[in-house]
C-alpha cells in the first residue's frame, strides 16, 4: 500500500523544502501535485486517512473508509480514531476488512 501526502494549498511556502525531501525518501511515500483535485485521490484510496482538515468529508461523499490520527469536530460512525500510531497498520488491515 502507498501513502500518497497532498499537502494543503494554503500551506505551500511555510515548510522548509528539506521536509518535502525527506517525506520522499520514505518508503511507499508519494508526494501529490497540490493543485491536484482530492477527488482524483480519493476515489482511488482504499483509505483515507487525514490530521487536519476536512479532506474527510469529500472521503466519505465517495464512500471510502477515513482514519483520523486526531479527534475531529465531528466524530462519526464511519470514521475510525486512530490514536495509537504503534499499531495503526494492524488497526488499518482489521478497519478495511
Known sequence: MKLIVKECPWSIGKRPINYYRKLIKIPNVMLAYSRLKSKEIISDAKIVT?????????ALMLKKP???????????????????????????????K
Open 50 to 58: 487525514i490530521i487536519a482538515g476536512c479532506i474527510y468529508i469529500e
Open 66 to 96: 477515513v482514519a483520523a490520527l486526531v479527534r475531529i469536530p465531528f466524530q462519526l460512525l464511519l470514521i475510525m480514531l486512530c490514536i495509537c500510531l504503534e499499531n495503526i497498520n494492524q488497526s488499518i488491515s482489521l478497519y478495511l
